[in-house]
């Protein structure tokens, strides 16, 4: 994806929470591997606090790869010892590399975008020759105390849906604010066909809430 691919949802979101969005366009694997897509948008976040935007006024989000990187930039931004953003916001996330989740499996022919052996080659591609379990590449296994307020949004037939129901599970075991929201009948980042689905529409409402919930 990208800030064009993805528009049709970053001006309703713009629109509809009053907040102007700050669409990064990452460099994207395999021309540049992990960690060049998570070191822009750290870059990015570190350039909206110089700018004198303070870090409760701030959400960060993102679908499929891009909710993999809205989890580990709070992760690095954790590490580094820097202010975490207001809330996440992740649409059916990549958040476990190994591909460990029941659903990985269970779903893989109702998934109506990807396949198992598409899936099998994210992994090389991405980050070749690093561990799979490392947490800034799969979220799942870091450590998310003191995260901020996150929201997820899955589809119950999307092979990445264990994805999302476990790391919710996790921010939920170390306490952090965590609503989970497991759609029927929709495909992977339903949200960008808001303009003919009514289940998109509803579900960016839930969105506009929840960050209207959580911005100071």
Request: charged fraction near 20%; aromatic fraction near 6%; hydrophobic fraction near 40%.
């Amino acid at each position: 994806g990208s800030p064009r691919t993805h528009r049709p949802l970053t001006w309703r979101l713009a629109k509809d929470i009053g907040v102007p969005v700050y669409a990064i366009d990452y460099r994207l694997a395999p021309e540049h591997p992990y960690p060049a897509g998570l070191d822009d948008c750290v870059t990015a976040y570190k350039g909206l606090l110089d700018k004198g935007i303070a870090a409760k006024s701030i959400l960060v989000g993102g679908d499929s790869a891009g909710g993999n990187l809205t989890l580990a930039l709070a992760l690095r931004l954790k590490a580094e010892g820097l202010p975490l953003p207001a809330a996440l916001i992740c649409l059916s996330p990549a958040t476990d590399m190994t591909g460990s989740g029941e659903s990985r499996h269970s779903n893989a022919e109702a998934d109506s975008m990807f396949v198992e052996e598409m899936m099998d080659s994210l992994m090389p591609v991405y980050c070749p020759g690093a561990d799979e379990r490392d947490p800034f590449i799969s979220p799942l296994f870091g450590d998310v105390s003191g995260f901020p307020p996150t929201l997820f949004q899955v589809g119950e037939r999307e092979m990445l849906r264990d994805d999302s129901t476990r790391m919710a599970a996790a921010l939920k075991s170390a306490g952090v604010e965590t609503a989970i929201e497991v759609w029927p009948k929709v495909w992977h980042v339903w949200q960008l066909n808001a303009d003919m689905l009514p289940e998109a529409r509803e579900a960016i409402a839930h969105i506009v809430r929840f960050a209207k919930q959580h911005l100071s």
